[in-house]
């Protein structure tokens, strides 16, 4: 009886550690999220839902930083998905040789922070006197020599290029992991039946993997909801706000002392985020089931 109360006791610690120092204070920040809390008096009153009301009818864009946020999350879950999936399939079952040599090549760039990416990126892309455009113009490719990170219209594609850069080679991991789990004999007697490669990614391979395809879309779902740190080094929010998402305006309001409407933001990010990851679960599970 006593060796069997033991995971019991080590079970209420891990509760007991999880709810002091996760739930009590994501608790205590969602009620600040309806008071005016902020740096300019101690006093604090509820408000109800002032500040939910501010974020959607607010002229400061917060709608729009969402949608930056949003489409930055679905841009890097597709690229990085369709681009970790093509490498993953080309070093599990077409290249042979130095194949985890290449490997380790391509998930070198996950290893290192995001902070160093972003400011190695920052140097590249610099207009004026960046790698990129210093190279295209040594090579008379003037017109490609563009404002990557000061262009309105290149600014988020830029950041979401960078991103995708470092993070599918860790997708690519994942999926080859994946593949490398499913029975050779599906494809051997798919190879006996003739079967086409289109045939046998599309019945054999894509089912097979669809458990491990969620794993990493709902990892890239809930990293680009929250993405910060990129966007903040390469171009703070800007030019004009186009890169502005979520975190980087939660960043600013509580800079400049609005911690209600900055913890409004954040608790209202974060129901986004489980809906989306739960549906997102869902789904996917569907079509693996079916």
């Known amino acids: 009886m006593k060796n069997q109360a033991y995971p019991f006791y080590f079970a209420s610690g891990a509760l007991l ?42 002229t400061k864009g917060y709608l729009r930083y969402l949608q930056n946020t949003v489409v930055f999350t679905v841009a890097t879950i597709v690229l990085k998905t369709v681009i970790a999936l093509g490498l ?3 070093l599990t079952h ?41 190279s295209l113009r040594a090579v008379g490719l003037d017109l490609l020599a563009l404002r990557w990170l000061t262009d309105i219209q290149l600014a988020l594609p830029s950041v979401i290029g960078v991103d995708v850069w470092r993070g599918v080679g860790y ?17 051997e007697a798919a190879e006996i039946d003739g079967a086409s490669g289109w045939t046998v990614f599309t019945h054999i391979t894509l089912p097979m993997l669809m458990p491990v395809l969620t794993v ?8 680009g909801l929250k993405v910060f740190d ?61």
């Open 171 to 187: 997708i690519m991991v994942i999926l080859i992991a994946g593949l490398q789990a499913i029975p050779k004999d599906y494809y």
């Open 216 to 223: 990493t879309t709902v990892l890239n779902l809930l990293y």
């Open 88 to 90: 993953a399939l080309l």
């Open 17 to 58: 550690l999880y709810g002091v120092f996760f739930v009590l204070p994501s608790l205590l920040g969602f009620a600040y999220a309806f008071t005016d809390w902020n740096s300019y008096t101690t006093d604090v009153h509820w408000i109800g839902f002032d500040n939910f009301i501010t974020i959607f009818t607010s």
């Open 94 to 134: 077409g290249v042979r040789r130095l194949a985890n040599l290449y490997r380790l090549l391509m998930y070198l760039p996950a290893v290192l922070p995001m902070l160093v990416v972003s400011l190695v990126f920052a140097s590249i892309l610099d207009p004026a006197t960046g790698l990129l455009n210093t």
């Open 230 to 290: 990129i966007v903040y080094v390469l171009t703070n929010g800007g030019p004009g706000r186009v890169t502005e998402t979520v975190y980087t305006a939660i960043f600013q309001d509580f800079s400049k002392g609005r911690y209600g409407l900055a913890t409004a933001l954040s608790s209202l990010l974060f129901v986004v985020m489980v809906t989306l990851g739960y549906y997102t679960i869902r789904l996917m599970h569907r079509e693996d089931v079916s």
